[in-house]
């Protein structure tokens, strides 16, 4: 039975497609798609194939059973972050997963590889923050998480508008962001190996994954 709160709801988004040059049949694309969460886990994993290796590292990272769809990289207002326990739980065989992703992989015996992802959130709630991706060859956990953390702080403090010495140190431009008061928090997520001893594929993966 249609009732009149639909037809109303109808004529309602009717009018919103119209707005927007929409066709109405199709409807508003996505309205309201914004995640209300993330989670972040990382993986590694090791074979003889190149793309076996990529899932034996998904699978390590809890996020295999999804259809994973790499997006850029904002950080939703309001979004808060889970833990990866309470992430996995909500993702079912087969779901569409909108994720930001970090891989790298190697088949070169102890050649060491990174992919982390950066995260930086500002200090009002109402506003966007930035995720980031970084991938390396020779990096150590450390140096490739600061790295990924840089970028998105860096990209943040450039939209707030934060004054900062492009060149000085991680740490001092941390502190800078930080003293501003603009910049809540930021933080990384790595996953480093060295390749496989018998030149298998070794793949590892960081990813932040959104939840709606």
């Given at each position: 039975m249609v009732t009149k709160k639909a037809l109303k709801g109808a004529g309602a988004a009717a009018k919103a497609a119209a707005k927007r040059d929409v066709p109405v049949e199709l409807g508003l694309p996505h309205e309201g798609f914004v995640p209300k969460a993330i989670f972040f886990t990382n993986g590694v994993g090791s074979?003889?194939?190149?793309?076996t290796s990529f899932e034996l590292a998904l699978r390590d990272a809890g996020v295999a059973t999804a259809n994973l769809v790499t997006v850029s990289s904002i950080f939703p207002p309001h979004c808060r972050e889970i833990s990866r326990k309470q992430g996995e739980k909500l993702i079912r065989p087969g779901q569409i997963t909108f994720c930001v992703m970090a891989r790298q992989a190697t088949n070169e015996p102890n050649r060491l590889v990174a992919a982390s992802i950066g995260?930086?959130?500002?200090?009002?709630?109402?506003?966007?923050?930035?995720?980031?991706?970084?991938?390396?060859y020779g990096e150590t956990s450390k140096?490739?998480?600061?790295?990924?953390?840089?970028?998105?702080a860096t990209m943040l403090a450039t939209t707030l508008g934060v004054e900062f010495d492009a060149d000085k140190a991680w740490d001092e431009r941390k502190a800078v962001y930080r003293m501003s008061r603009q910049i809540v928090r930021t933080r990384s997520i790595t996953q480093s190996a060295e390749g496989h001893k018998n030149g298998l594929w070794t793949t590892v993966v960081a990813l932040g994954v959104f939840v709606f």
């Open positions: 074979h003889k194939d190149h793309l995260l930086a959130r500002p200090s009002d709630p109402n506003a966007y923050g930035y995720l980031s991706e970084h991938h390396s140096k490739s998480g600061d790295y990924a953390e840089d970028l998105a």
